[in-house]
């Protein structure tokens, strides 16, 4: 508070000395900033202004003598890094030939200030909860984007931590646990996954189907919210915040490393990608496309400095179905390809489940109008109601990194090979992010590392998404697959494991067979299991848990897509060996509400079992910020389209646990002496 009225009377002293230096004489431009460790400034047009001057001075402001002024041409915005702690008082005057303006409004320019709240914490710690709405409030459309606020669709409030449960349901029979201690801290690592960094411009998207939706769920049960959601306008911020959010973290208590599980991009595109990796590379972005409407002067279209992760981690990347298929659910071809680097939006036909063709139309897709505040949709309908086809500026940048195609049976081209690719385009650890040039060289997302050289634990990075497929069923780009080629490596690397005496984690982007939501605990099968055999996938979910079971060191398999928290034990089939069962744990989005990510904490324990601690967190944001506002309307739109149960749901959807699992004799004399000793509480 005291901060806050010392800013207001330095600025209002500012705004007194240079308020009468000149007479009024054309119209002042409004002036906006971006502040971080980058700073961005913009100024609006001012009609029949032949230039603009820019003044500032140093907070606090020491009085008329330390006014610079710069005259600025004919630009309207000014970019750039300036030292850490750097603090000024800015002014804009535009001018022309009767003169100066007076002076705009004074912005403050901080350097090197914290963008996200300073308020970093677990969700032991704290909750993020939607407020409950009353049963009988109005039902709005999704479209409806600035009723959002008015009815209370997007409130959000924090509420009290949860705790971590123990769960045993893998141990033997009669295991309870209640004399073990935590003993010894093996592993300490982050998972993030389904960023979806979109590009909003594109029009090659199905932003008709989530737009235009009815209230609540379909009849079939389905939230078209993956289809659109406004949250579009600013993941590349959420992403930017989580980071952040790591890095405060790991001050606190290291990471060994990151892990990333798929769908980095929403739709295979290059800029989607780069704008990926950019971000967590700390470099400067331009979160448009196309004429970058709206890039002066609407909050999410503004250039910006992410902060980067820190240097120190390690990350490593898995591979998603966005990151290889048109929204995730079609093969790219020369067609849709076509439609990422044209200047036509989209037109399809009404039913999902039609991959765009030339066949397929009658309802243009729309893409978010950027000179909006709220991100509008336009170019979206019925073609009947367009005079001419909608258009964008075309950007060649939105090429799609597939090159696969299907013509009369035989399959060509790579859905992997140029994503892989861009990952050695990095200034972050380690070059490749997993991939290696054997990856490269043999078309194969598959991969093992070993995240502490000391510490007998290993990673192993399964690409367990569909690949291009002419005899396909649909849905079938959005399960889980394995291939001859992938199930052998798989089989391989863990009897690798397994003979080295290695703990193994695996992780994929599609979970196998985990239970079907937060509070149903039946299975959910996800895996491609074609009526007629198919080279595509020949492993159902039970099958390949059916393998997974002979490997006793396999402690945890984690996994994104689902774009939820969930927990699913993996017993053993054999009680008489309950060292054969495992845990796996899902990771939530950050598109979508809850915007989670995980921290896993691998712990030795005093009877020399082993506790998987899984934690969820909630990126800091601070009140304002456009990551804030994400998570506002993400509240909001599962709201409208069903994904929160009721309105009187006020659930986090956060799942902490312990999860204990048990590890085979010769595995407990092993690592009876590794890991450094724990105090405090578990999680912490």
Excluded at 180 to 204: C, Q, W, Y
Excluded at 547 to 554: K, V
Excluded at 574 to 588: C, L, Q, R
Aim: proline residues 7%; charged residues 15%; negative net charge.
């Amino acid at each position: 508070m005291k901060l806050k009225s010392y800013f207001f009377v330095m600025t209002c002293a500012f705004m007194i000395l240079v308020s009468g230096t000149v007479m009024a004489q054309p119209q002042p431009p409004v002036l906006s900033v971006t502040n971080g460790s980058w700073m961005y400034l913009s100024w609006t047009s001012v009609a029949g202004a032949t230039g603009y001057t820019l003044s500032y001075a140093p907070m606090p402001f020491t009085g008329p003598a330390s006014i610079v002024s710069v005259d600025m041409g004919t630009q309207k915005s000014l970019s750039g890094e300036l030292p850490a702690g750097s603090a000024y008082y800015v002014a804009v005057q535009s001018r022309d030939n009767t003169g100066l303006s007076q002076y705009s409004n004074v912005v403050s320019v901080i350097v090197g200030s914290y963008p996200i709240s300073a308020d970093v914490f677990t969700t032991l710690q704290k909750t993020v909860s939607p407020v409950a709405l009353s049963l009988i409030t109005t039902q709005i459309p999704v479209a409806d984007l600035t009723l959002y606020e008015v009815f209370g669709y997007s409130a959000w409030q924090e509420g009290p931590g949860l705790s971590l449960v123990k769960r045993t349901d893998i141990m033997p029979a009669g295991y309870s646990g209640a004399s073990a201690m935590n003993a010894g801290r093996l592993l300490n690592f982050f998972s993030m996954t389904d960023v979806h960094i979109a590009d909003k411009e594109s029009p090659a998207q199905g932003n008709y189907y989530g737009w235009t939706a009815t209230f609540g769920m379909d009849a079939s049960g389905a939230n078209h919210s993956s289809a659109y959601s406004p949250v579009v306008c600013y993941t590349t911020q959420v992403l930017d915040a989580a980071v952040q959010t790591v890095n405060a973290i790991h001050n606190q208590k290291p990471f060994d490393f990151g892990i990333f599980l798929g769908d980095a991009v929403n739709n295979t595109q290059y800029n989607e990608l780069r704008w990926y990796i950019d971000v967590l590379d700390g470099k400067e972005i331009t979160p448009s496309s196309g004429d970058h409407i709206g890039s002066g002067d609407i909050d999410y279209q503004k250039p910006y400095k992410a902060a980067g992760l820190n240097k120190s981690i390690p990350w490593y990347q898995v591979l998603g179905n966005h990151d290889q298929f048109y929204m995730g659910s079609f093969l790219e071809n020369d067609y849709i390809r076509s439609l990422h680097v044209g200047d036509t939006i989209q037109n399809c036909s009404s039913n999902m489940s039609l991959p765009p063709s030339p066949d397929n139309h009658g309802y243009y897709m729309g893409v978010v109008d950027g000179s909006t505040p709220d991100g509008i949709i336009k170019g979206v309908g019925p073609e009947a109601y367009f005079a001419t086809p909608p258009k964008v500026a075309p950007d060649p940048n939105r090429r799609s990194l597939s090159t696969t195609n299907i013509i009369n049976g035989i399959t060509s081209g790579s859905s992997t090979l140029n994503w892989m690719n861009e990952f050695f385009n990095t200034t972050s650890i380690p070059t490749g992010h997993g991939f290696t040039q054997s990856n490269i060289d043999s078309d194969f997302a598959c991969y093992t590392f070993e995240p502490k050289s000391n510490m007998p634990i290993r990673v192993i990075v399964l690409d367990d998404t569909c690949k291009a497929n002419a005899n396909a069923q649909v849905p079938y780009y959005a399960r889980g697959c394995v291939d001859q080629a992938r199930y052998d490596w798989l089989v391989s690397e863990l009897g690798k494991g397994q003979a080295d005496g290695m703990l193994m984690i695996i992780a994929a982007h599609i979970p196998v067979g985990p239970q079907t939501g937060l509070t149903n605990p039946a299975p959910f099968n996800i895996f491609y299991a074609p009526s007629t055999p198919d080279p595509h996938s020949i492993k159902t979910d039970n099958q390949l848990l059916t393998t997974l079971h002979n490997y006793p060191n396999l402690i945890l398999w984690i996994a994104g897509h689902r774009h939820m928290n969930i927990i699913s034990p993996q017993p053993s089939s054999d009680p008489s060996h309950p060292e054969n069962g495992f845990w796996e744990v899902e990771t939530a989005s950050t598109r979508d509400f809850p915007q989670q990510f995980r921290t896993f904490n691998i712990v030795r324990n005093s009877d020399n079992t082993i506790s998987i601690i899984a934690v969820d967190v909630d990126p800091a944001v601070r009140d304002g910020s456009l990551a804030e506002l994400s998570r506002s309307k993400a509240i909001g739109i599962e709201r409208i389209l069903g994904g929160l149960s009721t309105f009187g749901d006020t659930t986090s959807h956060a799942v902490n646990a312990e999860l204990v699992k048990q590890l085979t004799p010769a595995m407990q004399a092993k690592i009876a002496n590794y890991g450094l000793p724990i105090a405090g509480t578990p999680g912490q």
